[in-house]
């Protein structure tokens, strides 16, 4: 990954009307990194995508793709990147093979035909159905395939892995992995957390159209929530440990499993008088830290 | 951006034949079923009725033109309604314009790749239907006396396309500019019927003669002489004119327009800094 800027979004804000879309977004992704956004529904993610593209007038703010404006020199912009939206529609009477060929004819470049062969086998579609004869998952499929096909040195997903099955869903990674060793970029939108945490580098955490967190996967989850497991010598009573950002969640006799999201300093203080015999740290998952951020207990992530 | 009217094109073949033919048929149904009922006809061309719907019924050349003119003019600007307002309203709504937008053309060329293919599609629909007609009166010639020549029906069911390609803009126009389809159409079906009627009422009724001017159909000549003199230049000039100042409005609109989002224009615009600062 190098250190270069693909996409910068300054002040990034969309309106419709009086309703917030997305509120001073500032984000950026490096060149060659597979980066993660995440969020609720309705939190921004699509808004942002679309915004990036020009799909949707950014009403303040700025996204600057390569360095160019994303309004300005949106055509520019957009020869060097491929989108797969999350609410794909195609064309009902045309043929997959026909819709890959138009949308090649559209682009600057010339297509790889044999890398389109290639992603078409690997996805298992036969393209020389009509669209409306394919299933939801087929049609994601054509979703995917169109995304990889221009080798683009963005790729924009929007939900890739929606509806496919587990074995297409593992292409889609191996995919999105063999983009980020060619050393170009993806910008992925997933509710898919397994999967982002598989593929991500870095993520971004969207809530009510604000950015609330940019990190690193490794970074977030090893330091962002800790799960502990302490034995004690002497077993402390039910709440015990009254400090923000500690929670208890369940206990074994003298074995005490807590979430901890920030004060580690200060449950050590308190957790001492019991006698700690030995404390283990659990791994998270990033979906537990996402569902720390937006569990009914902690809104916002303010306490992660 | 050519590969793109390419497809627009392609993707109405049947579009083109059905309509084509379809209106083949309508203009042989009516051509051939006139001679035998001349007469009967006659006597009906003073009812208001059908001065109302602007047909002409004291001479063959005249039923011609207020028949095969007027009405086949009709059916063409139904299929303008239906295809101008899928095709950006429409695609929207459908969410297929949206993998369009994220390709490296720029709006203009968008709606321009449209607008073209919409033009072909009618220019291809209407010369099918034209030929068409022209060889069914060249039949019917040879048992009945009829003074309009095929080349003067020809000439004057494609002096149509001028106002057909003002109902595609005004139509592309509305799809850039309302939330949806739905709307877009019911706005322009609404136009188009008080057009079509206003101008024929106005015809009936001296103190609305000025309404005439803001209906299209009053540019496009439906009597008799059409066949003999052809279309004026004026009228194709005024038809034009309109619809090239559609297509602007539709470009200025397009390019502002948050896809796939169906908002009302005024939600489109930049909040003030006091919405701002209060969200």
Aim: proline share 3%; net charge neutral; glycine share 8%.
């Amino acid at each position: 990954m190098s250190s270069e800027i693909i996409l910068q979004t300054n002040d990034l804000s969309v309106y419709y009307g009086a309703h917030r879309g997305i509120k001073d977004l500032n984000l950026s992704v490096q060149k060659g990194e597979v980066f993660g956004y995440l969020g609720p529904n309705g939190a921004g993610k699509t808004t942002t995508l679309r915004a990036i593209l020009d799909i949707i007038h950014p009403t303040r703010g700025t996204a600057n793709l390569f360095g160019l404006d994303s309004q300005k020199d949106g055509v520019a912009i957009r020869e060097r990147i491929s989108y797969l939206p999350g609410e794909l529609s195609l064309y009902r009477s045309m043929k997959a093979s026909d819709f890959f060929d138009l949308l090649g004819s559209l682009q600057k470049n010339k297509l790889d035909k044999s890398y389109l062969e290639q992603l078409i086998e690997r996805v298992d579609l036969d393209p020389s159905r009509k669209m409306k004869e394919y299933s939801h998952g087929n049609k994601q499929k054509i979703g995917v395939v169109a995304a990889f096909m221009g080798k683009k040195e963005l790729i924009i997903l929007d939900e890739p892995t929606i509806g496919l099955d587990p074995l297409v869903q593992q292409t889609v990674l191996e995919l999105v992995q063999e983009v980020k060793k060619d050393g170009r970029t993806i910008f992925l939108s997933s509710h898919n957390l397994k999967e982002v945490q598989t593929v991500c580098d870095r993520v971004g955490i969207i809530q009510n159209g604000e950015l609330i967190k940019t990190e690193k996967v490794k970074t977030l989850i090893t330091q962002q929530l800790k799960r502990l497991e302490i034995h004690f010598r002497k077993e402390p009573p039910h709440g015990a440990f009254p400090i923000e950002g500690v929670k208890e969640i369940s206990r074994d006799g003298n074995l005490v499993l807590l979430e901890v999201s920030q004060n580690l300093d200060r449950l050590i203080e308190q957790a001492a008088p019991y006698g700690i015999v030995d404390i283990e740290t659990k791994t998270v998952s990033l979906e537990e830290i996402f569902l720390a951020f937006y569990g009914p207990q902690n809104k916002g992530g303010q306490n992660v | 951006m050519y590969n793109l009217v390419i497809h627009e094109t392609r993707s109405r073949w049947r579009a083109i034949l059905g309509w084509g033919f379809g209106l083949i048929l309508f203009g042989a149904v009516y051509i051939s079923i006139f001679p035998g009922l001349f007469e009967q006809f006659k006597s009906l061309k003073d009812l208001a009725v059908y001065k109302l719907v602007g047909m002409q019924l004291g001479s063959v050349e005249g039923y011609m033109a207020s028949v095969i003119l007027v009405y086949a003019v009709i059916l063409l600007c139904i299929y303008c309604i239906i295809a101008s307002t899928s095709t950006l309203a429409g695609e929207e709504d459908n969410g297929t314009l949206e993998l369009i937008v994220a390709m490296p053309l720029s709006r203009w060329q968008i709606l321009t790749a449209k607008a073209v293919a919409l033009s072909v599609v009618v220019l291809f629909m209407m010369t099918i239907a034209s030929i068409g007609n022209a060889i069914i009166l060249a039949v019917i010639k040879i048992n009945h006396p009829i003074n309009v020549t095929p080349f003067g029906l020809f000439t004057a069911l494609m002096s149509s396309l001028p106002l057909a390609l003002g109902f595609i803009m005004i139509g592309l126009f509305l799809g850039a500019i309302l939330p949806n389809r739905r709307l877009s159409a019911t706005v322009l079906t609404i136009f188009f019927i008080a057009s079509f009627f206003g101008e024929n009422i106005a015809g009936m009724v001296k103190s609305l003669e000025p309404i005439r001017f803001f209906s299209l159909f009053n540019y496009y000549n439906t009597t008799e002489i059409i066949f003999s003199d052809g279309a004026q230049l004026s009228d194709i000039l005024i038809l034009l004119g309109i619809a090239a100042a559609f297509f602007i409005l539709a470009l200025i609109c397009f390019k502002r327009r948050n896809i796939t989002v169906g908002a009302w224009p005024w939600q489109r615009g930049k909040i003030t800094d006091e919405e701002y600062i209060s969200s």
